[in-house]
């Protein structure tokens, strides 16, 4: 047993079983990712790493599997599986795992081969731990895999906890323990006793608030949206062959790569990325303002481009001087979480009236985002909402 401090739940004990797993390299490259991308320009703080979150992933679940009262093995593959759950991600997190799905057709949870080759697939055979099941609890195909890819999942417990403590942002509030001790097993999952059920709200309130205020800041959309681009200019050549390199370097790595480019276009963008020379706002809007917002949020970067060079056109600058952010349009929250009282059991959504508001403002937040360099986003501006049949400016807007 190794015990391993740490700022969010003080001491994590990893058990002697797991340790070999923790020295392999897979899970010591993401001491090297950062959990948040590119957060750390708009929160200084923001510069944890999947590494931590992971651990603390792999903690909760241990946690969990012991209130579940899970068996020795069953217990042993969730913390694995907790530990092991962000091993497929590419530098900044999921700053181009875009690309990876467009041109490899691969997620960051696709890791079924790093868990049967190399170093981890021999730990992990050495340890007696099955890599079809860690696999299956990961991409949510096992019947205790809500415990790593649920509704209420360990996962998002740590990241929403650790993100908040990181940025300094007070949003991500969750009783993580509270919500824990309220869980059981039953034939379809994870139900809830009527106890955790502030508990489970407080974790939906923080998903809910922390969006707007940390994973979709436009900033760190901004930066990002820079990032993949130079990412694309890099691999577009031949992205089959080069992108699976980048995908497996880590922040550092992949930054020096797109700096020291022989394609000026990529390491303009890295430079101006790395000297915190963003692209600003041209447009900037919700759902209200766009007419047809359910045919353009596809969230794919090559449809992005192509009406990136729409804009461009019509504003007659160079395609390079546009960038598209069209995130995917909320989904409304549909807990499949059973609570039980004494005398029924019913979804959470029965239980709290919450959840049809929060499905509302998950909805409000929602922004387009047009993006340009400074002194042209006026031209831009025009151009984009003529292309994306945006309606007229507001004052309010106007004011951003």
């Excluded at 919450?354 to 501006?381: F, K």
Aim: aromatic share 6%.
């Amino acid at each position: 047993m190794k015990s391993i401090k740490d700022p969010v739940h003080g001491y994590i004990q990893v058990d002697s079983s797991l340790l070999p797993l923790l020295d392999t390299p897979q899970v010591q490259r993401l001491r090297y990712i950062r959990q948040l991308g590119f957060s750390f320009l708009v929160y200084p703080g923001a510069h944890h790493t999947r590494f931590e979150h992971s651990l603390g992933t792999m903690h909760l679940a241990n946690a969990l599997g012991t209130r579940l009262s899970l068996s020795p093995e069953e217990h042993a593959h969730v913390s694995a599986a907790g530990l092991l759950h962000d091993i497929g991600h590419g530098p900044f997190s999921h700053a181009i795992e875009g690309l990876s799905k467009e041109f490899l057709g691969k997620k960051h949870t696709d890791i079924s081969d790093q868990l049967t080759t190399g170093a981890l697939g021999k730990v992990i055979s050495n340890t007696g731990l099955d890599p079809d099941q860690i696999d299956r609890l990961i991409n949510g195909h096992h019947p205790l895999s809500g415990i790593i890819h649920g509704d209420l999942d360990v996962d998002r417990m740590d990241y929403l906890l650790r993100d908040a403590h990181y940025t300094g942002v007070p949003y991500g509030t969750v009783d993580a323990m509270r919500l824990i001790r309220a869980m059981r097993l039953c034939d379809t999952g994870i139900m809830l006793d009527l106890s955790g059920v502030q508990a489970a709200e407080s974790l939906l309130i923080a998903r809910t608030l922390m969006r707007p205020a940390v994973y979709y800041h436009h900033v760190s959309r901004i930066a990002e949206k820079m990032f993949t681009m130079a990412v694309y200019e890099y691999i577009k050549d031949d992205p089959t062959s080069i992108l699976p390199s980048l995908l497996v370097a880590d922040d550092a790595a992949c930054m020096q790569n797109l700096l020291h480019a022989d394609n000026p276009s990529v390491s303009c963008l890295a430079k101006n990325l790395y000297e915190r020379r963003l692209f600003k706002r041209a447009l900037y809007v919700g759902k209200d303002d766009v007419r047809d917002v359910h045919q353009i949020t596809s969230e794919s970067f090559l449809m992005e481009r192509n009406l990136a060079e729409n804009i461009s056109d019509e504003a007659g600058v160079s395609s390079e001087q546009v960038m598209v952010d069209i995130p995917t349009f909320p989904q409304d929250i549909w807990m499949e979480v059973q609570v039980k009282d004494r005398y029924s059991v019913n979804m959470l959504e029965e239980v709290s009236p919450l959840v049809t508001t929060l499905n509302e403002t998950r909805r409000s937040q929602w922004r387009l985002g047009v993006y340009a360099p400074e002194g042209m986003t006026d031209t831009i501006s025009d151009a984009a909402r003529k292309v994306l049949n945006i309606k007229p400016s507001t004052r309010q807007e106007r004011l951003l």
